[in-house]
């Protein structure tokens, strides 16, 4: 490989509204994963305090400009939970002393917004609970929302994620909400879940919880429910959003809502991080992935649903999780999750999903290794012609990896091509137009290297070692970061 002094990745503004919520970092800072607790302790000082396990403000350094800062449940009920305060979207004067403003919401949320942009990132966002308040003592329901929105753009707000609430399955109000939002707040995304009737009208629909777990197949599962639902409607943005999977967002064009932080390890407590378990992938130690991520959304950023352009394999891959005979407390906090059901110490969980997922282009082909395994896989092209790929992990019984596969594409005229995984090899098919030359890059660094000498070119095709992918695709990140391979290649055309 030869270091060229070409960067292939724009110095530009993630134009995506990805974001960076702080729910799991809310429950790490409890120690017990009990929502009263996570919902008390979101403040001013959980975000700005200078000790661990707060200053979340201060995460994502490199990646902050290009994430939207999201306080997630709570941000707008005292520190009492006094539950007749959702819905009223105050920011709670207790909560943020400093940024507060006596009877004047719109310029107390301006303030919190100033400080987290003068940070550096993208700009606030809060969670949305679906419900009137009683203490903004508005009766008429459009007026009531008509007020947060235009408060929500004095205050420079960038994103609602709305939530669970009274109104959380009206299909109507959601609908009306983010009309309401166009208007009164131009500035503002609003996403939605819950409900798919929705998605076609809606700025961002998300896809919603998963235990960590079973993340890659219980997410790739409900985006084949989103994806197929219909085409996007006129003058709507339609995206969706597939929370903490960085890398599946990155190349299947979707947004992403992250929430893994960079405290590694237990709970201050000392017990196990239920969210992010060390016994499986350990996203807290895959912080890199986020950087690769929202840095390709600045090449090729989410696009819209549109069924018609949208491939699922018929092929379904199953994975499993043992719950151990010994269970730590982690597990037993998950034997009662309702996405799991119940389970007793000893049980096996079984969770099943399509193979693949391509959205305007074929399903990539993909040989099983030795042992007949294959990885999850997404793949996409751009609306602007960049084409992405990925390989995702399985699960089974207590063991998480990708395996190493032979995955061919078909990229066709593409020139920009970001690939993300593990491979044995990667085939590239192109349009039968002559290469002579292919540039890579780590996503998370600088600056790019030629490796035409170290892949096969041939008449439509660029063969790429899986080895050559993990040596470049990693070589930004430090020994002890554990992501997964991302990289950006150019492919050269000969003139």
């Known amino acids: 490989m030869k270091y060229t002094s070409c960067n292939l990745i724009p110095d530009t503004v993630n134009p995506s509204p990805d974001y960076y919520c702080t729910w799991q970092t809310q429950l790490y800072a409890t120690s017990d994963g009990k929502p009263e607790g996570q919902r008390a302790i979101l403040g001013e000082h959980a975000l700005f305090g200078g000790e661990k396990p707060f200053g979340w403000a201060y995460f994502y350094p490199e990646a902050r400009r290009d994430l939207i800062f999201v306080m997630d449940d709570s941000w707008d009920v005292p520190p009492d939970n006094d539950r007749s305060w959702y819905g009223s979207l105050l920011l709670n004067g207790e909560k943020f002393p400093e940024a507060a403003v006596s009877g004047d919401n719109g310029r107390s949320l301006r303030r919190l917004s100033d400080r987290i942009r003068s940070i550096g990132w993208k700009g606030l966002g809060g969670w949305v609970c679906a419900q009137e308040s009683k203490h903004r003592e508005i009766s008429d329901r459009e007026a009531y929302w008509t007020q947060c929105l235009q408060e929500a753009n004095i205050g420079a707000l960038l994103y609602w994620k709305v939530d669970w609430g009274r ?50 197949p219980m ?38 809502g992250i929430m893994r932080h960079p405290f590694r390890g237990p709970l201050p407590n000392g017990r196990a991080d239920m969210s992010f378990p060390s016994v499986h992938r350990d996203l807290k130690t895959k912080m890199c992935e986020v950087l690769r991520a929202v840095r390709w959304h600045r090449i090729a950023p989410a696009f819209a649903v549109d069924c018609r352009y949208t491939r699922v394999s018929a092929l379904a891959l199953t994975d499993t999780w043992r719950f151990d005979d010994r269970a730590s407390e982690m597990e037993e906090w998950w034997f009662s999750m309702p996405l799991i059901g119940e389970k007793l110490v000893g049980d096996t969980v079984t969770v099943t999903a399509p193979a693949a997922i391509a959205r305007n282009c074929g399903l990539p082909c993909v040989e099983a290794d030795g042992e007949g395994e294959m990885p999850y896989v997404i793949a996409s092209r751009n609306p602007n012609g960049a084409f992405s790929v990925a390989t995702l992990g399985r699960t089974r019984e207590r063991r998480y990896w990708i395996p190493r596969c032979r995955v061919s594409a078909e990229i066709g005229d593409a020139v920009t091509v970001s690939v993300f995984g593990e491979y044995a090899e990667l085939i590239l098919r192109t349009d039968g137009n002559a290469v002579s030359g292919v540039l890579a890059q780590d996503l998370a660094s600088e600056r790019a290297v030629d490796i035409t000498e170290e892949v096969r070119i041939e008449k439509d095709s660029i063969v790429i070692p899986g080895a050559l992918i993990r040596a470049v695709g990693t070589s930004a990140q430090s020994a002890e970061d554990t992501s997964e391979p991302g990289l950006v290649l150019r492919i050269v055309r000969a003139s």
């Open 219 to 256: 997410t790739m599962e409900k985006l084949k429910q989103a994806l197929l639902i219909g085409v996007t409607e006129s003058g709507c943005v339609g995206l969706v959003n597939c929370e903490d999977e960085a890398y599946m967002a990155a190349a299947g064009g979707f947004a992403m």
């Open 167 to 216: 109104r959380c399955l009206d299909a109507d109000f959601r609908r009306r909400l983010t009309e309401l939002g166009r208007i009164h707040a131009p500035r503002l995304t609003v996403e939605h879940a819950k409900i798919h009737e929705v998605l076609t009208c809606s700025d961002v629909f998300r896809t919603y919880d998963v235990p960590a777990i079973f993340s890659i």
